[in-house]
């Protein structure tokens, strides 16, 4: 479904169908983005485009989103952990620490999703049905976006390491003023323990390499102008945005995945609003559209034995 139509209505509510269910649309006219007159029907056609390619990354995930129903820069807005009682049917959840998790994985939820003007998709590091991480993240945060090009250092110099070892890594923005780095993992491989020791020792690497620039120092007032590698973040319970959601600031922008040979010195972290990507993929294709297969060839068993063996 390329596009969004509005189906029978009255007034601001529309039903449109949508792979056989029907999803109620309401206010399609409402600005989300008001400083760039980016209204809810441009938001859901944007997630009705983007589908393909975002929707494997919420497959089988425990949902959190953040709404903004005023709209970005609006007042209120809040993360959404638990299912609203006011779900269709056809919304499949899942219950975790507590809680019942939209789980994302097709159309009509991803869409219903947007309606409710979830903007930003946040999801952990394992599916639903595995104990284990289905991926590597780490997550690389300059002080502010004047110092991004911090984050594409530690990116290339990770991206170095990373091919000496033959790994497999893939590389996004973070929608905001960082870069994510991913190493794609077989369902079931490792542990959150053994993949804590692998982002534990390259975030040392990083740091001992070039303690001017880095740092794995929490404390944001003892970080100073280094740029945080955040190897705590990739934990069970923890979330990191998706690929291709849009993140709550008002140039709407999205965590954009990167081809390795677009992260260079010129890089700039507002480069990829919303209203690129449709051009973006039809120019150059989607830079994580290997990322599943990714996962089968991975070389990091050897890897992981070499770290434990470091003590």
């Not at 989300?32 to 029907?41: D, F, Q, S």
């Not at 079931?188 to 690497?205: C, H, I, K, V």
């Not at 955040?230 to 849009?246: C, E, F, M």
């Not at 150059?284 to 559209?289: D, E, I, K, N, T």
Request: aromatic fraction near 10%.
């Amino acid at each position: 479904m390329g596009e969004v139509e509005m189906g029978v209505g009255v007034a601001d509510r529309h039903e449109i169908q949508v792979e056989g269910k029907t999803v109620l649309i309401t206010h399609p006219e409402k600005e989300l983005w008001a400083k760039k007159g980016i209204r809810k029907i441009d938001y859901l056609h944007y997630l009705s485009m983007i589908a393909p390619h975002m929707l494997p990354f919420l497959a089988e995930r425990a949902l959190t989103v953040i709404r903004f129903p005023d709209g970005v820069g609006g007042k209120k807005s809040f993360y959404q952990k638990n299912v609203p009682q006011q779900a269709p049917k056809f919304v499949c959840t899942t219950s975790h620490d507590g809680n019942e998790h939209v789980v994302c994985g097709d159309l009509p939820t991803l869409l219903w999703l947007g309606n409710q003007a979830a903007v930003e998709f946040h999801i952990p590091f394992n599916r639903i049905d595995d104990q284990g991480p289905a991926e590597i993240v780490f997550d690389l945060d300059p002080p502010s976006r004047e110092e991004f090009v911090m984050a594409v250092e530690a990116a290339l110099i990770l991206k170095e390491m990373f091919d000496r070892l033959g790994l497999i890594s893939f590389v996004k923005t973070s929608g905001n003023k960082g870069l994510q780095l991913y190493i794609p993992l077989a369902a079931g491989t490792f542990s959150y323990e053994e993949t804590r020791r692998f982002t534990q020792f390259f975030a040392n690497y990083l740091v001992a390499r070039e303690p001017d620039w880095f740092t794995i120092e929490r404390f944001k007032a003892s970080r100073g102008n280094r740029l945080y590698v955040d190897y705590v973040q990739h934990a069970r319970g923890k979330t990191v945005i998706s690929p291709y959601s849009l993140r709550g600031n008002e140039e709407a922008l999205l965590a954009a995945p990167l081809f390795w040979h677009e992260v260079t010195r010129s890089l700039r972290p507002t480069q990829f609003p919303l209203e690129t990507i449709k051009e973006r993929l039809a120019t150059v294709g989607c830079p994580f559209a290997d990322f599943m297969d990714a996962k089968k060839k991975q070389p990091l068993g050897p890897v992981m034995k070499w770290i434990a063996a470091q003590g």
